[in-house]
């Protein structure tokens, strides 16, 4: 798949997840990981966030001049017909941004629950199927942000 902008904030979403939990470990009395690794991940995890950082930024440059590709057409065909686009659509990128990264936090939250040991096998696969719903909205907001920008390009365009 080629990346587009949803795509790519996707990832920047996760990343700073990722970012904000290894510092929440790093000053955590209960440690998966030595300190030294911790630190070692982060480092490695900033410069992937500049790295998408960049991405993002030169993506946008090359949309605006008609460089890329914004949007791709989604082929998935697990999920129920019923589930795909019940996100509202916005009017507003930050919004939409905003909503991903929500999302994103709840999948996280949902995915560390569904690997608790202490839990009945029906408990976790009540669990994955709120996952599977939650990744369902995770597309349909990157969806939404790419048609946005495509939206706001073309307009900004017929505009001059």
């Not at 996707?10 to 630190?39: C, G, P, V, Y």
Request: glycine share 4%; proline share 1%.
């Amino acid at each position: 798949m080629a990346e587009t902008l949803g795509s790519l904030i996707d990832k920047l979403t996760i990343k700073d997840l990722r970012q904000h939990n290894l510092k929440s470990m790093l000053n955590s009395k209960n440690k998966k990981f030595s300190a030294s690794e911790i630190k070692k991940k982060l480092v490695l995890i900033k410069a992937q966030r500049q790295d998408l950082i960049q991405e993002i930024d030169d993506f946008i440059i090359a949309a605006a001049r008609g460089k890329v590709k914004i949007r791709e057409e989604k082929l998935k065909l697990y999920n129920a017909p019923e589930h795909i686009g019940r996100i509202p659509a916005s009017k507003s990128i930050a919004k939409i941004i905003s909503a991903l990264a929500g999302k994103n936090l709840e999948l996280w939250n949902l995915e560390d629950e569904a690997r608790r040991k202490d839990v009945s096998d029906a408990y976790i696969g009540r669990i994955k199927r709120k996952i599977d719903l939650a990744n369902q909205q995770r597309n349909d907001l990157i969806d939404g942000l790419d048609e946005l920008l495509e939206k706001c390009l073309k307009k900004s365009i017929s505009s001059s």
